[in-house]
């Protein structure tokens, strides 16, 4: 089995994040790179990081016109990234045509409901019920446009995974059982959320933060 973990490579320099990655890169299964890091570093920086070796997870979460957004995918087919994020909320076309325009070896994955929404936010923007139940929705919609899966929580993920059983689900949000808790309310393991169906374990912090970063992403790995 290849190791499920994708570290998040939330550093401010592109030599951080190269002396980070080239560390801890036996020990995790590939490499996110988000709206952050591509703002800053670009087409260069990504493939930087690609030298390493590991699959590229581009984390950029397109929201736009169907035709946009496919334009905007075919023009990450230079870079083979392994993984592209879109919003599920741009709609069933958007979905539709950001697959169709993806490279063959490319999962296009949904994001649904931000977890940064609150129940109020969410109606705020005129959407009644819970951000759970939005993202059963928005993750039904993601299904029947054809892409590879979504991302959710590690809460959530069993239930969907029931749902949709071939699907491809990446969950951010996760923390090894000995680590800082901190601000955390609910904590899930990365051994849970692979054993409730989870394709790609999103790490960053746990693993950039730690004292020893190879220690750290070692540990995790024989958790899994
Ligand atoms: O908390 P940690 O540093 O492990 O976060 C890893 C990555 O997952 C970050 O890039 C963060 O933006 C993302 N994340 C997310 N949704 C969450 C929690 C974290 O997309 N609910």
Same mark, same amino acid.
């Given at each position: 089995?290849?190791n499920?973990v994708?570290l998040a490579v939330?550093v401010?320099t592109l030599d951080g994040a190269l002396t980070l990655a080239d560390k801890v890169k036996t020990h995790v299964g590939g490499l ?6 591509? +703002?800053?570093?670009? @087409?260069?920086?990504?493939?930087e990081m690609?030298r390493t070796g590991l ?13 946009? &957004? ?7 087919? &230079?870079?083979?990234?392994?993984? &592209?994020?879109? @919003?599920?909320? %741009? ?14 070896? +490319? ?12 129940? %109020? ?6 959407? %009644? ?13 993601? @299904? ?7 991302? +959710?929580?590690? @809460? ?40 409730? %169906?989870?394709?790609?374990? &999103?790490i960053g912090r746990p693993i950039s933060r730690a004292d020893d970063p190879v220690a750290a992403a070692r540990a995790i790995e024989?958790?899994?």
């Amino acid at each position: 089995m290849s190791n499920p973990v994708y570290l998040a490579v939330d550093v401010p320099t592109l030599d951080g994040a190269l002396t980070l990655a080239d560390k801890v890169k036996t020990h995790v299964g590939g490499l996110k790179l988000g709206l952050e890091f591509f +703002c800053a570093h670009g @087409h260069h920086g990504v493939r930087e990081m690609a030298r390493t070796g590991l699959p590229i997870f581009l984390d950029l979460k397109f929201h736009d016109i169907p035709n946009t &957004v496919a334009s905007a995918m075919q023009s990450l087919h &230079v870079l083979e990234p392994a993984i &592209v994020t879109i @919003h599920a909320a %741009g709609g069933r076309a958007m979905m539709e045509e950001a697959k169709a325009a993806a490279g063959e070896h +490319c999962k296009v994955v949904a994001v649904t409901v931000l977890t940064s929404l609150d129940d %109020g936010d969410l109606a705020a923007t005129g959407i %009644g019920g819970t951000p759970h139940d939005q993202a059963l929705r928005l993750a039904e919609l993601a @299904h029947a446009a054809g892409l590879d899966g979504i991302v +959710c929580s590690g @809460h959530e993920v069993g239930a969907i995974h029931r749902q949709w059983h071939d699907g491809f689900f990446v969950v951010p949000g996760l923390r090894p059982a000995d680590s800082q808790v901190g601000d955390q309310k609910r904590i899930v393991t990365p051994r849970r959320a692979r054993d409730d %169906g989870a394709s790609v374990l &999103v790490i960053g912090r746990p693993i950039s933060r730690a004292d020893d970063p190879v220690a750290a992403a070692r540990a995790i790995e024989a958790t899994l």
